[in-house]
């Protein structure tokens, strides 16, 4: 079986310190510059605390009926923030994901150094390779014993 490094994403991995002084606007506007749908919070020590996605700014921030400009980073984090380690598998990964209701997942090296992001898109991409993979191996199997 697979683990989690080998699909999952390391590009576009923004972070930002939770002591920055940033906004609810802020991350919004980080989160269209990058093109990313989710920022991860970091503390002093750069070990990830928090996630803030782009459901957590519908729910947190839109909803609440206040100046996005006026809601601190710290009040619509997700915390804590739900990790895995790189070597897990991808079996590992999607349990962890299901039992906590959520689409995304900050993988970490045993160093608690961020080396990427899992999201349920980057599974579902890696499974649809598998089967596509397998369609094409039964097929030519099919071909074989149509010779006989």
């Known amino acids: 079986m697979s683990t989690v490094i080998e699909i999952a994403s390391n590009r576009n991995i923004v972070t930002i310190t939770t002591d920055s002084g940033k906004t609810a606007y802020d991350v919004a506007d980080l989160m269209k510059r990058s093109r ?19 459901r957590d700014m519908v729910k947190r921030v839109c909803f609440k009926n206040v100046s996005s400009s006026r809601i601190k980073v710290e009040d619509i984090m997700s915390s804590p923030l739900i990790t895995i380690m790189s070597y897990d598998t991808i ?15 900050v993988v970490l090296e045993p160093d608690n150094r961020i080396v990427g992001l899992l999201s349920v898109s980057d599974i579902t991409k890696h ?3 598998i089967l596509l993979n397998d369609y094409d191996r039964y097929r030519s199997l099919r071909f074989a014993l149509n010779l006989s």
């Open 36 to 54: 990313v749908g989710s920022v991860i919070l970091i503390d002093k020590k750069k070990q990830p605390v928090g996630i803030i996605t782009e």
């Open 91 to 105: 079996d590992t990964a999607s349990r962890v994901m299901t039992r906590n209701k959520i689409k995304r997942l």
């Open 127 to 129: 499974l649809a390779k």
